[in-house]
Structures are given as C-alpha cells and as structure tokens.
C-alpha cells in the first residue's frame, strides 16, 4: 500500500474553516478558572522561587505587560542572570544608593 501525499492547501482551508467552531468549543467548553495549585506556602519569597522555577521548568517567556517586573525581581532580589536591560541597571542603581 502506498503512502497518500497530503493535499496541505485542502487541509489549511478545512481547518480555516473549523477554527471558530473550535475555539468556540475550548472557550465555552472549558472557561478560564483561576485554580490555586499550591497551597501553604510560607512566605512570599518561596512564593516566587516557585514561580520563576515554573516558568523555567516550562520554557514561558514572561507577560509582555510585566517583562519588567519579573526582570527586575529575577535580577535584583533573586540576582540570577549577569544581563539586563538598562531600565533594570538605572533602578538597582537607584537602591542601591538608597540602603
């Protein structure tokens, strides 16, 4: 029996055509919970050595919205990494003088 040759342009219109139907399903189906996954943590810095190891373990960039947050969390109080932009270095500067 011989292998049959995929018609991709085909395949791209019949899932073009299905994508809101499936969506629709994923969304109405399953609607966004927030769900507590741990419970109990000490304190607040346990709290985000678990987060940034999440995201690590799970190769997520960081939220556009917050990429400076966690950069300057990461650097500053965790101080992982040797890089960062210049907006980190000019507020740990900024802390610094102030201690």
Do not use: W
Request: glycine content about 6%.
């Amino acid at each position: 029996m011989k292998k049959k040759k995929k018609n991709i342009t085909l395949i791209r219109h019949k899932m073009e055509l299905t994508f809101s139907l499936r969506r629709r399903e994923v969304v109405e189906g399953q609607p966004m919970e927030g769900t507590i996954v741990l419970h109990d943590l000490p304190d607040l810095s346990t709290a985000f050595a678990y987060l940034f190891g999440l995201l690590y373990a799970m190769n997520i960039d960081y939220p556009k919205e917050m990429r400076y947050t966690f950069e300057g969390i990461q650097t500053i109080f965790f101080e992982l990494g040797s890089r960062c932009s210049q907006r980190i270095r000019s507020l740990k500067t900024k802390l610094l003088l102030q201690i």
